[in-house]
């Protein structure tokens, strides 16, 4: 059976090391998680794996990492100051605070109707559409509110709302020992803003040509109005993010391609299930400043229903444009030459020379934007699952795909009071480690039963048992499974003697 809620997924987090909430002896800071021994193997092998994907196996495509630490003007010219905004709401009566969006999304049809019909807008079920009605009018919106008797999701009853307001998300920081009010900085809200700042610097030292692409993995820092569901909507969060530039005219198809090569790479190297993901377009009035077109990859998170894994967008020449001097000059496309702030205090013309056509040209960028934290969820919630085993045993299981597994290999001795037992464990677990870039371990704390659930439930693909066989004392002299171990395959639980020579190739055969 699979996990039906997250809970079961926060638990096992926590009881075998995963993930923790951060500084949790302190009483915690909302949005704010750490990953523990298992949590970090995990997540570094997704990242790994993406990496793999996205840089090495193609040749279009250079990496970075930038710093979080982000000078103000990088995100006024990118329209983050501006636009970087959630809307919210307060009640008076609970004290509580909400994304203005999400109260709506709470309400039952009548009162979402009731809503609409006070303040004077077509009813509709779109709730992010309607607070974006709202928030025109707030005054009118606090009297539609309270009129159609809005409840507080956290006390079933109608709430005394304030108007609602956006909020900018951003976390600022002082730089330097003097404070004042132009020595900060921000903390990234994404990465994207550091490849694009770098452009020129990637281009002039590698000698591209378009199409080509910069991938970048890294934190980022969003001061989310209710971080909540766990990893899912968290105040840090980790994201790996490509930002693939473009011939104009080249970017719808382009952006159709990214899509495809990603959706295939959720179910193929990470392992999700194909019925579970669906692509979800945003509706043309919803787009960011940015965006020509959005497609959001969704996966059916248990709780939650499905919701946005990744983002791919089509950001136009929006950022390069917005970052460059004298933009007047440059053939930017319409939107970006309409709103984009003069730029006063960049020292870049952030183009690309067309040789074939002899001129610059500002080119278009196709960006696959995905959470780290939210792949590291789906990929242990797709992986979870309760067995019934013959004989009315239960086991859990996390059937996570062997690349992603924090430990590849347990070696296990049958008998930890026998010291040529455990020597030859040892060693084993000392040949499978030499340079091999994985996590294998040796575990004797428990009978053998019991550190076979153990490590089904952390998701060991491979665990090897070092017996009596090994070691040439098998029953009534029999020698024949002398230095040979017994592999025991996590899904199917059935066991493989393989010679101890073998082993390492075995395993790796069965890794990828
Ligand atoms: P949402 O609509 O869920 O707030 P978003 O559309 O603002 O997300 P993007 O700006 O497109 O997100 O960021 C790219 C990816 O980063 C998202 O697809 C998601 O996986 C991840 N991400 C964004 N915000 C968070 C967050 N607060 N916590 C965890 N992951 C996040």
């Known amino acids: ?93 609970t004290k509580k605070r909400f994304r203005f969006d999400h109260l709506l999304r709470d309400q039952s049809l009548d009162i979402l109707d009731a809503i609409a019909r006070e303040f004077g807008t077509e009813p509709t079920s779109d709730h992010e559409g309607l607070s974006m009605t709202l928030l025109k009018d707030p005054a009118k919106a606090e009297v539609a509110l309270k009129a159609a008797k809005c409840v507080d999701p956290t006390d079933g009853k109608p709430g005394d709302w304030t108007q ?69 909507r968290v105040r840090e969060l ?40 669906n692509l979800h377009e945003h509706a043309k009035e919803k787009l960011s400043h940015y965006s020509k077109r959005t497609v959001d990859i969704m996966y059916n998170f248990p709780s939650l229903g499905f919701d946005e894994l990744e983002g791919i ?24 030459a309409e709103k984009a702030m003069k730029n006063e205090h960049s020292t870049e013309k952030l183009t690309y020379f067309d040789q074939p056509n002899n001129k610059h040209i500002v080119p ?18 797709e992986a979870y699952c309760e067995e019934e085993l013959e004989g009315g045993d239960k086991r859990t299981v996390l059937k996570l795909k062997p690349a992603l597994s924090p430990i590849k ?32 371990v040796y575990d004797d704390s428990a009978a053998i039963g019991k550190l076979y659930r153990r490590q089904d439930e ?24 002398t230095d040979t171990v017994t592999v025991r395959d996590r899904d199917t639980m059935q066991q493989e003697r393989i010679r101890i020579d073998e082993l390492e190739a075995y395993v790796r055969k069965r890794l990828r």
Request: charged share 25%.
């Open 364 to 381: 278009f960028v196709v960006e696959p934007a995905a959470g780290v934290d939210r792949g590291v969820l789906a990929a242990l919630c």
């Open 409 to 440: 290999v347990a070696v296990l001795p049958l008998a930890k009071n026998k010291p040529d037992i455990v020597a030859k464990a040892k060693e084993i677990k000392k040949m499978l480690q030499a340079d091999s870039g994985m996590r294998v």
């Open 458 to 481: 952390v998701g060991t693909p491979f665990c090897v048992t070092v017996d009596f066989d090994t070691l040439g004392l098998g029953k009534d002299g029999d020698t024949s499974l």
């Open 164 to 232: 609602p307001r956006t909020f900018n998300m951003m976390f600022k920081t002082q730089v330097g020992p003097v404070a004042d009010d132009e020595s900060f900085a921000y903390l990234r809200p994404e990465t994207a803003q550091g490849m694009f700042v770098n452009f020129k610097n990637v281009l002039d030292s590698t000698n591209r040509k378009l199409p080509f692409g910069i991938a970048q993995q890294g934190k980022s820092f969003r001061n989310e109005i209710t971080p909540r569901n766990f990893l899912f």
């Open 1 to 93: 059976m699979a996990a039906d809620s997250l809970d079961q997924i926060v638990s096992l987090c926590k009881r075998r090391g995963f993930i923790f909430p951060g500084s949790e002896i302190y009483g915690g800071l909302q949005g704010t998680f750490d990953y523990g021994p298992l949590g970090v193997e995990l997540k570094n092998n997704l990242k790994r794996l993406w990496w793999k994907h996205n840089v090495y196996e193609r040749d279009d495509m250079e990496g970075i990492e930038t710093a979080l630490l982000t000078n103000k003007y990088v995100l006024r010219y990118s329209g983050h100051e501006a636009g970087f905004v959630d809307p919210l709401i307060d009640n008076r009566t």
């Open 238 to 277: 980790e994201q790996m993010e490509i930002e693939y530039f473009v011939m104009p005219g080249e970017d719808e198809r382009i952006h159709e391609e990214w899509i495809e090569d990603h959706m295939n790479w959720w179910v193929e190297e990470v392992g999700l299930d194909r019925e579970k993901l």
């Open 313 to 336: 967008a089509n950001r136009t020449d929006w950022d390069l444009g917005s970052h460059s001097r004298d933009q007047a000059n440059l053939p930017l496309s319409p939107n970006t």
